[in-house]
């Protein structure tokens, strides 16, 4: 600027005139060049970083809202897995109103998920309820209302859910139904007259005013859930949505943030470089001070951006600690003693993603000497993998308890599971065993063969292989094998085996030569073999069931189921 009023001052026909440049550079007319052109770049800047605030901070809370909204997706599954796996076992037993009810009751009652829960059933009478367990419900059993709820599961073949606006304070009606079976579960819980729902202060909402709606719509008939009073309804401002499948309808979650997501230096930001700019545009010194100032911006910027991916990352340990505890809440929560027999079992949660995975192992015992037992994995991630996994492990668990072999089971299963509406399909391996002759009947759907150790080496079993559950109806062979005294039977999912780049069988010869070696105990082989296997990580989850035979086969204890 001092070069351009130099050579202004030195304009043609005045070069060297006193009196021109004199005219040209006067103080006031520096003075004005100077504040108009500082005036305009400092307002430039600061309103530049106006926007920029306004735009980071409607960024972070669209990135929060969508963790809260995932954090909402997670527990829809505990309403859904309840009541699915209830019907499951109703379509099982055919209609067992003590085994529906002793499990309804563990999700109904005071402080519980449910206020009440019903079995229902159609047949050609008609649709009405068979039992119940909790409170009465809001929503009249023998309405034409009610019939009609429960009678649009059938309808949809999914998961419904509706509004009971019948009484203070409201319930949220569920149902579901399976039409093969003419089974269906309804039930009602409830949710505070105000909607006002606490929230905990390091919980994915601990930072934003929220309001969950039932539907797509955010008309305040539809409010579900909300931590401000409902007079401040709809939220204004900034403002995110985001919207969760909820069985036949949505979830629609508005969002507003309490304060500045990004804390106060990006509002403090814009005054700033106001103040900033203008000091430049007095003195030359305030060139140097802005520079600082602006370093150590910069500064505290990239700390708060860290902070942030710091958070990002918690919150990401959080949502996989949370899937891994739903995993293993649908698997067995201890193994029950079979006489005769060692028994041992391993879960491992994969490395990759924070969905809920499908694979799971079952060990049921029949009666005094025969005992069945399950490993199977759904192909996938995610809640839906998780439901279709609960759906099987309780199917197969009823079927093998009624006595049906192990080729039976997974035939009947086979009509239960369509991959073109269910979504996903899943190898099973299945089997059942008998203590006293050492002999072990298997059936294969798709699945891994079950490897052999005995004191002579490792070898895998041949099974006749069938299609995997869910691609089409049809039949499995048996196949019978006699073991021999102390050796052992090895079941377990592909997560063990399989590896990124590598063929299959290259996995299945380093697990038969890692079994092959000497081990203290069953517990201890199998922690030796996940330790070596997975010691370089794995990206897919790890189910492993193993039986050995100590040669006492009196009898078989019927606990742990």
Known sequence: MVDTMRSEGQAPGAAGDPSATGAKTTPGWAAAIVVMVGVVVTASVAWTAVVLERNNEHRLLQVQTHQAAAVLASSILSIEAPLETSVQVAAATGGDTGQVSRLLMASTGPGRLFASASLWHRDGAGLVPVASVGTPPSLDPSSA????????????????????????????????????????????????????????????????????????????????????????????????????????????????????????????????????????????????????????????????????????????????????????????????????????????????????????????????????????????????????????????RAYLLEGHPPDVALTMCARQLDITTDGHFATVLAGVGDTRTRQVTLANAGHLNPLQVTGSGCAYLATELGPPLGIRETTYAPATVTMPPGSTLLAFTDGLVERRGENIEDGMARLATAAGGPAPSLDGLLSGLVAELAQDGVEDDIAVLAFRWTGDGAGVSSSGR
């Open 145 to 396: 209302t009610a019939r009609a709820f429960v009678g649009s599961a059938f309808d949809r073949g999914s998961f419904v859910v509706a509004g009971i606006p019948t009484q203070r304070p409201e319930r949220v009606g569920y149902a579901v139904a399976d039409p093969a079976s003419g089974y269906a579960v309804y039930a009602e819980r409830a949710i505070p007259a105000d909607r006002r729902v606490p929230v905990e202060s390091d919980s994915a909402f601990a930072d934003l005013e929220f309001a969950t709606y039932l539907g797509p719509t955010t008309h305040t008939s539809d409010l579900a859930t909300t931590d401000v009073s409902p007079g401040r309804l709809p939220l204004t401002g900034d403002t995110a949505r985001d919207t969760i499948p909820f069985g036949n309808t949505s979830i629609t979650l508005v969002t507003a943030p309490m304060g500045p997501l990004g804390g106060t230096l990006g509002s403090e930001l814009p005054w700033v470089l106001l103040v900033g700019g203008l000091l430049l545009t007095t003195a030359t010194a305030a060139v140097a001070a802005l520079l600082v100032r602006r370093r150590r911006e910069a500064e505290r910027d990239a700390r708060t951006i860290a902070g942030l991916y710091d958070r990002l990352d918690t919150l990401f340990g959080e949502q996989r600690t949370i899937a891994e505890t739903l995993q293993r809440a649908l698997l067995p929560q201890y193994t029950p003693e079979v006489p005769g027999l060692q028994i041992a079992a391993r879960y491992v949660a994969g490395a990759a993603g924070v969905d809920i995975g499908g694979d799971w192992y079952s060990l049921i015992p029949v009666d005094d000497h025969i005992f069945a037992f399950v490993v199977g994995d759904v192909m996938g991630r995610g809640v839906g993998a998780a439901t279709v996994m609960a759906r099987l492990r309780f199917t197969l």
